[in-house]
Every structure is written in structure tokens, then in C-alpha cells.
């Protein structure tokens, strides 16, 4: 025996010794999960799936009808008191042959949605299993589908997501494949799908977004309508974000070249081909005026509330809203009253670029109880009262001192930030201590001198609420002016922000606002109150968010602003239109870059309103100056919103005329000076300090000379009284025209926070 048999045979003598002194026997769970159990138990599952699947093919059958239960149903709107706005009518629904749609716009709707759709057998497994596990899961909508799969959930099934509708989908799905071939399924999904705007079917879409009937659309338009059905008001492109268009465009590309790569497009084609703008909506049946704007908004406030557009425009659905007749009707005649009577767009082309839009909210609900958003459908399409393309220019300089107050903020000097801080006014004053330089003009070029907060407010200086900008930090106010509402997407954090260089909304800044009339907690101006529509049968509340949230701003620095704006209103930009009112009334005005805009943002007790004014050609949209609108000069926010906001108001507070404030605080205008106590002795006839005050501080700022009564430590401040520019009327602070410097963008500033500081007996507190 050779040495390598001698080893083998050892190996085998060892392997079988430690077989014998093993105990023979296989544990329990090897004895239940033999190799042979499991394959036969994997066979036996899939056989019963396999007579299950056979079983539910046999007994589910095509229907004999589509599902049209929705078309003959309509959404009715209502006032807050119940009375119906609006009925809403039947599904914008007509079918048109295979043969009417242009060849490259059917091939459009395949390369989009379903690329594999004339080799499948309708369904995609793959997608639909992973449908079915998400539905197990509760994940909601599914994707995944084949074109023949969305079909038969469009036209026989349902929308529920469930796994007994997902079953059907796949049996009906085969089965529609089988019997009515491509053609029909592709006309059929073409014709059954929702593009939007209430438009179900392709004719009804390409008269909704294109104004044409179906066999004039090009391919490009073709490649948009297609885009839509994954998401069709996201993509509707004149109610989308920046970001939806942004996506939309990107899926009509990925559409595009997808044609290109099945060869339905050649390259030379494709490069060629242009996004085409689709036209502004036209108003629903019936819809005109006003109710035009109330209807559309609110369908898309519950689309935002994740209401189903599809299940909504199938209708059925009652929508109340907080609008209140007198109330709105009464705002409709203030613009009617003070400036629509006041233009004449024949003799003066520049009446006809007037837009103004007004946003009225009851701040202690959060319901918007009036709403005007221009001359309504067909006039004018776009809501001037959610529209947030133009700046709120000085609306937004109470946001800064906000900021300042809840961070603590101090001045270059060390000094807190309060109404009572003095800052230096001058007209082009460099900020100190930005990352960027930035030396903004005051309006009309007008100089200051040493000035409290609460006069700077008043008179709307860009000069102080530039330099607070620095001392509290741009990323500071940013955070402030979001909490309170504001879009954070439409500011970019650079010095200019201080004087409302962003875009912005009436709807935000009266939220914005009104935040600060209920006392710091947030309120989000909601039209829909209540919406109820049929589940099953049974009528069931829609759930909706609470329109008052939390505390953003603690009590004491919402109220202390709530008594500055008194006096914007008392001695102010805007005292010649609201001073002498019947009701307690505080606000801001604003007049932007090159007079393109013109706000007066104010509230009472009971109501908070913003009017925004907009300078718009009526050829193309484009911001135009409303300087000599009405036969007038320059138009401020203290003109024409201050007067429509004053007249609104006159007509709707009743009996709330005289309500006061509830105010917190021991600062700004609001709050009642203190009372000069009279020396019951003679004065001493001593010399006093040299550094002594000369009069004795009244502890608010006296009007309407803008001179402070002291600064923090108490020291009286030099007189405000501007040395420059001879404006008529009030104004209020428009933005750099050409003067300041801003150099580009920064990624934000630290601020100053948090110290008490202070200064020699000598210095002046705040001063910069």
C-alpha cells in the first residue's frame, strides 16, 4: 500500500469513529425542515396560487359598463353662513377617436408612461407586486402601472387603494388586453385620464391648455399633456411652484427623448422642439368676479391639504368657506369706491397697469373673511391676492425688529434693541459691521439725524432698518419672517432683504400680521373651513389643519410691535388715510422699487387686512411703475391701499369700532405716555451738571416731529426732523433706487445677540 491509499485510508477511519460517537439522531428542527418538506411545501403554494389566480380570472369579468357614477354630480361652495357661493357643474368630459389624434401626439402618452406597451400583455408584474406590498403596508398610491392597467382603473374600477382593487386590476387588465387590442386600450386611457383643470380626456385638455381642439396639437404640446397625467395640478404651469415647473419641463424632455430612442423622433426633430406655454385657465362654468378667485383658491388649499384632485373634480364634494357676504361685498366696493372710480384707463394708458389685491383674515380664527383678486375671469386670471411676484417692500421692516426683540439683538454699540433705541437716519449711511457693503438712500433722498426705532417706524427709514439688519443677523430675520408665514424660497439673505426685496403675497403678509395681532401664535389664513363629500355612501368630514398654531413669537415682542405700528398710523406714512377713523387701527406701508408696488399691510382688534397695489402691463404681465396712476405723482402705500384698507374697514367692524388692543407692553406708540408729576417745592436754584438732560424724558416719542422722548439709558435724542427732500403727502421708505450698494449674496450673518452692553453717561446708546 502506497503512502497516499495509507492516508485516505486513515481519513476514512477517523471520518466514521466520529460518526459511531455521534448519537445518530437529527435534532428537531432538522427532523421538521427536510430539504424535501420545503421544496414540496414551495410547490404547494404555488400551486394554490396558481388555482387561486385561475379561480379569480374565471370569476372576475370585464363590466359591462364603465364606471360613471361621478359625471352627473357637481361641488357646491358655500359662504360661512351656508348660503351657496357656487355650483360647480359635470365632469368637462368628450371622447374622440383613435384617428383624430395626430400619430406623433398618441406615441407621446406611450413614451411617457408606458414604453413597453405594445409588446406587454397589460400588466406589469413587477410594478404590481410592489403595488400590492405597499398597499400591505399602507403606503398609498402605488406606479408601477402598464397604460392597459391605468385604463381599467380610470374607466371600470374605482380609485381605493386596496388589495382586492389591485387584484381585479390585474385579472381585468389581462383580460381587456386580450380582447380589445392596443388601439382601443391607448384611446381609451387617452380619453378617460385626468389632465387637470377639470379636464378628463385629451380633446377636453387640449382646449383647457392650448385653447385648440386635439387634432391641431403638435407634438410638443402633445409631450406636455402626456407629462400632466403623473401629476396634473402640480404641473399645471400657471398654478405651479418654481420647482414644479422646473419638473414638468424635465418630463417633457424625459418624454421627448424617449421618442427619440424608440425611433419615433428623429434627433434633428427633437432639437427642434420647443416648451410651449399653455394658456391661463379659463373660468369654470359660471364662474365670473370674484367667485372665480374664492372657487379656485380654495380647490387649491385642499389639494395642499391632500384632498385627491381626481376625486374632487368627479364631484360630489361641499366646501364652505370663511368668506362673509357683507364682508366681502364691502371690500369690493372700497376698491370700487377708491380707486376704480378714481382711473380712466382711456385718457390715462397708465390707469390701465393698476392691479390691487387684498387679503382680509379674523385673526383670532384664522378664516379669511374677504378676499379681492382683481377684476376677475376672464379679465384678469391671475389672483392678486395670492400672487407673491412683487415686493412688500417697507411691510416687511416690522419683521426685522420682531427678529431683533426675540433674539435678544443688540446694537453695534452693545445697546438692546427696543422701539426706544436710537439710530443713526442719515440718507446713504454705509452699515456697519454687514459682510457686504450696503448704504441704502431714504426715500426722496431725505436725511435723518439721530432717531428712536419707533420714529425710524413711523417715518419708514431704510437707513435704521438696513443697519438693524446687521445687528440682528440676516439668517436671523430670514428665520423670523418664515415662522410668521413668510416663503422662505423667495429670500435670499443679502442686505437688501432688510427693505422687502423678496416677493411676497397679500395672503402672507396678512398672516404674517395677523400673527402679531393674536399675540405671537401663528396664524395660516385658510378659505376652506369645512369640506364633506360621500364615502360609501355616508357623508364624511374632510380633516383639516388648524389655521392657529403655535406660539412663534413670544407675547411681550408681538404686542410691543402691535404699539409701534400705532404710530405709523397716528403720526406716520399712513395718517392722512386711517388717523381719523372711527376704530383702533395700527399698520405699515410700503412702496417698492421704482413704485411697481404700493401696500398698506393694518389690523384692529378684530380683523387684519392687506392691501398690496401692482403695477402689471396688461400686455405680457410685466411690472410696470404705477407712477401717475390716477393723475396723480408717485403712488405710496399711505395713497390708494391705505384708503381702500380704511374704507373696507369703516364699512365691516360695526360695533367693534371702538375696541382696544389688549397689549402686554410697556413700549411703543400705543402705549399711553407717562404722566409729568409737578414738583410740590420750588426748583433749586443750584447749577445743575453740565451733562444733565435739559428736559425731562416723556417716555414715548412725541408727534409728528419725529423726536424721540429718550433713548435706553434714558437721555434725550436729538431731533428726527428730516434735513432733506420735499416729498408730497406721506411716504414711506421705498428701496435703493441706484444709490446703495449690495453686492451679491451672502450665506447669512451672526448678529448680535444676547448682551445688555452700554455706554459712558456722555455717549449715545444705540448710535451707529
Known amino acids: 500500500m502506497g503512502r497516499a491509499e495509507a492516508r485516505r485510508a486513515q481519513q476514512g477511519s477517523a471520518r466514521r469513529t466520529r460518526r459511531k460517537e455521534s448519537t445518530g439522531k437529527k435534532s428537531g428542527i432538522r427532523r421538521f425542515f427536510t430539504w424535501k418538506k420545503l421544496v414540496g411545501a414551495f410547490l404547494g403554494a404555488c400551486l394554490l396560487g396558481i388555482l387561486g389566480f385561475l379561480g379569480l380570472y374565471l370569476y372576475v369579468d370585464i363590466p359591462t359598463d364603465g364606471n360613471r357614477d361621478a359625471q352627473l354630480q357637481s361641488n357646491v361652495y358655500k359662504y360661512a353662513d351656508g348660503k351657496v357661493m357656487a355650483r360647480v357643474g359635470q365632469i368637462n368630459r368628450e371622447s374622440v377617436p383613435l384617428d383624430r389624434i395626430p400619430k406623433p401626439v398618441q406615441r407621446t402618452f406611450v413614451a411617457a408612461e408606458n414604453k413597453t406597451f405594445y409588446q406587454d400583455s397589460g400588466v406589469d408584474l413587477k410594478g404590481t407586486l410592489r403595488g400590492i406590498l405597499n398597499t400591505l403596508r399602507g403606503q398609498g398610491k402605488q406606479g408601477g402601472s402598464t397604460i392597459t392597467q391605468q385604463y381599467v382603473k380610470n374607466y371600470y374600477l374605482s380609485q381605493e387603494q386596496t388589495v382586492s382593487r389591485k387584484l381585479q386590476e390585474i385579472v381585468i387588465s389581462l383580460k381587456v388586453d386580450n380582447k380589445l387590442g392596443k388601439d382601443k386600450i391607448l384611446a381609451g386611457y387617452i380619453n378617460t385620464s385626468y389632465y387637470g383643470r377639470g379636464a378628463y380626456g385629451i380633446q377636453a385638455a387640449a382646449q383647457a391648455y392650448y385653447r385648440k381642439d386635439v387634432d391641431k396639437l403638435t407634438v410638443s404640446e402633445g409631450a406636455y399633456l402626456a407629462s400632466l397625467l403623473q401629476a396634473p395640478n402640480q404641473y399645471d404651469w400657471t398654478l405651479a411652484s418654481k420647482a414644479g415647473q422646473k419638473r414638468v419641463q424635465e418630463r417633457w424632455a424625459y418624454t421627448l427623448d424617449n421618442m427619440v430612442e424608440m425611433h419615433w423622433l428623429s434627433k434633428q426633430e427633437r432639437d427642434k422642439q420647443k416648451f410651449e406655454i399653455p394658456k391661463e385657465p379659463k373660468p369654470l362654468p359660471g364662474m365670473s368676479g370674484q367667485t372665480s378667485y374664492l372657487v379656485t383658491e380654495a380647490r387649491k388649499e385642499l389639494f395642499a391639504q391632500g384632498v385627491d384632485p381626481k376625486s374632487f373634480d368627479a364631484g360630489g364634494w361641499t366646501v364652505t368657506l370663511g368668506i362673509e357676504k357683507s364682508?366681502?361685498?364691502?371690500?369690493?366696493?372700497?376698491?370700487?369706491?377708491?380707486?376704480?372710480?378714481?382711473?380712466?384707463?382711456?385718457?390715462?394708458?397708465?390707469?390701465?397697469?393698476?392691479?390691487?389685491?387684498?387679503?382680509?383674515?379674523?385673526?383670532?380664527?384664522?378664516?379669511i373673511v374677504a378676499m379681492y383678486g382683481g377684476a376677475g375671469y376672464p379679465k384678469h386670471y391671475t389672483n392678486n391676492a395670492t400672487r407673491s411676484d412683487y415686493q412688500p417692500a417697507s411691510t416687511f421692516k416690522p419683521l426685522i425688529l420682531a427678529s431683533a426683540m426675540e433674539n435678544n439683538a443688540v446694537t453695534q454699540d452693545?445697546?438692546?434693541?427696543?422701539?426706544?433705541?436710537?439710530?443713526?437716519?442719515?440718507?446713504?449711511?454705509?452699515v456697519v459691521g454687514g459682510t457686504i457693503p450696503f448704504a441704502p438712500p431714504n426715500e426722496d433722498e431725505r436725511t435723518y439725524d439721530k432717531i428712536t426705532v419707533q420714529t425710524a417706524t413711523n417715518n419708514s427709514v431704510n437707513a435704521v432698518f438696513a443697519?438693524?439688519?446687521?445687528?440682528?443677523?440676516?439668517?436671523?430675520?430670514?428665520?423670523?419672517?418664515?415662522?410668521?408665514?413668510?416663503?422662505?424660497?423667495?429670500?435670499?439673505?443679502?442686505?437688501?432683504?432688510?427693505?422687502?426685496?423678496?416677493?411676497?403675497?397679500?395672503?402672507?403678509?396678512?398672516?404674517a400680521y395677523a400673527t402679531l395681532d393674536n399675540h405671537g401664535k401663528k396664524v395660516t389664513p385658510t378659505l376652506v373651513t369645512k369640506a364633506v363629500h360621500p364615502v360609501n355612501g355616508v357623508d364624511t368630514e374632510q380633516q383639516l389643519k388648524d389655521p392657529i398654531g403655535d406660539q412663534v413669537l413670544s407675547r411681550k415682542t408681538a404686542d410691543t410691535l402691535t404699539s409701534v405700528l400705532a404710530g405709523v398710523v397716528n403720526d406716520g406714512t399712513a395718517s392722512e388715510a386711517v388717523k381719523n377713523t372711527a376704530y383702533h387701527a395700527v399698520g405699515k406701508t410700503g412702496t417698492s422699487d421704482d413704485n411697481k408696488s404700493a401696500w398698506f399691510v393694518g389690523y384692529t382688534p378684530k380683523l387684519v387686512t392687506a392691501v398690496?397695489?401692482?403695477?402689471?402691463?396688461?400686455?405680457?404681465?410685466?411690472?410696470?411703475?404705477?407712477?401717475?396712476?390716477?393723475?396723480?405723482?408717485?403712488?405710496?402705500?399711505?395713497?390708494?391701499?391705505?384708503?381702500?384698507?380704511?374704507?373696507?374697514?369703516?364699512?365691516?367692524?360695526?360695533?367693534?369700532?371702538?375696541?382696544?388692543f389688549d397689549l402686554e407692553t410697556d413700549l411703543g406708540a400705543g402705549?399711553?405716555?407717562?404722566?409729568?408729576?409737578?414738583?410740590?417745592?420750588?426748583p433749586s436754584t443750584s447749577p445743575s451738571p453740565s451733562d444733565s438732560p435739559s428736559s425731562t424724558p416723556s417716555g414715548k416719542p412725541s408727534a409728528p416731529s419725529g423726536r424721540p422722548s429718550h433713548s435706553e439709558s434714558g437721555r434725550p435724542s436729538d431731533p428726527a426732523t428730516p434735513t432733506g427732500g420735499t416729498p408730497s403727502g406721506p411716504t414711506d421708505g421705498g428701496v435703493d433706487g441706484g444709490g446703495g450698494t449690495d453686492a451679491g449674496t451672502t450665506t447669512g450673518t451672526?448678529?448680535?445677540?444676547?448682551?445688555?452692553?452700554?455706554?459712558?453717561?456722555?455717549?449715545?446708546?444705540?448710535f451707529n
Open 327 to 367: 364682508k366681502q361685498k364691502a371690500l369690493e366696493k372700497a376698491v370700487q369706491r377708491k380707486l376704480t372710480d378714481d382711473l380712466n384707463p382711456k385718457t390715462r394708458k397708465v390707469d390701465a397697469d393698476a392691479q390691487l389685491g387684498a387679503t382680509s383674515v379674523d385673526p383670532k380664527t384664522g378664516h
Open 414 to 430: 452693545g445697546v438692546p434693541i427696543t422701539p426706544n433705541t436710537i439710530y443713526d437716519g442719515r440718507n446713504r449711511r454705509p
Open 467 to 511: 443697519q438693524m439688519g446687521a445687528d440682528v443677523g440676516l439668517d436671523n430675520v430670514k428665520k423670523t419672517a418664515v415662522s410668521l408665514g413668510m416663503d422662505g424660497s423667495r429670500m435670499e439673505v443679502r442686505p437688501a432683504m432688510t427693505l422687502g426685496t423678496m416677493g411676497a403675497s397679500p395672503l402672507q403678509m396678512a398672516g
Open 612 to 660: 398690496g397695489m401692482f403695477g402689471e402691463s396688461p400686455k405680457g404681465g410685466a411690472q410696470v411703475t404705477l407712477k401717475g396712476t390716477g393723475g396723480g405723482g408717485r403712488v405710496n402705500g399711505g395713497g390708494y391701499p391705505a384708503k381702500v384698507w380704511a374704507d373696507y374697514n369703516e364699512s365691516v367692524l360695526g360695533g367693534d369700532t371702538g375696541a382696544d
Open 671 to 682: 402705549v399711553p405716555p407717562t404722566p409729568t408729576v409737578t414738583p410740590s417745592t420750588p
Open 750 to 766: 451672526g448678529g448680535r445677540g444676547g448682551g445688555t452692553g452700554g455706554n459712558s453717561a456722555n455717549s449715545v446708546p444705540g
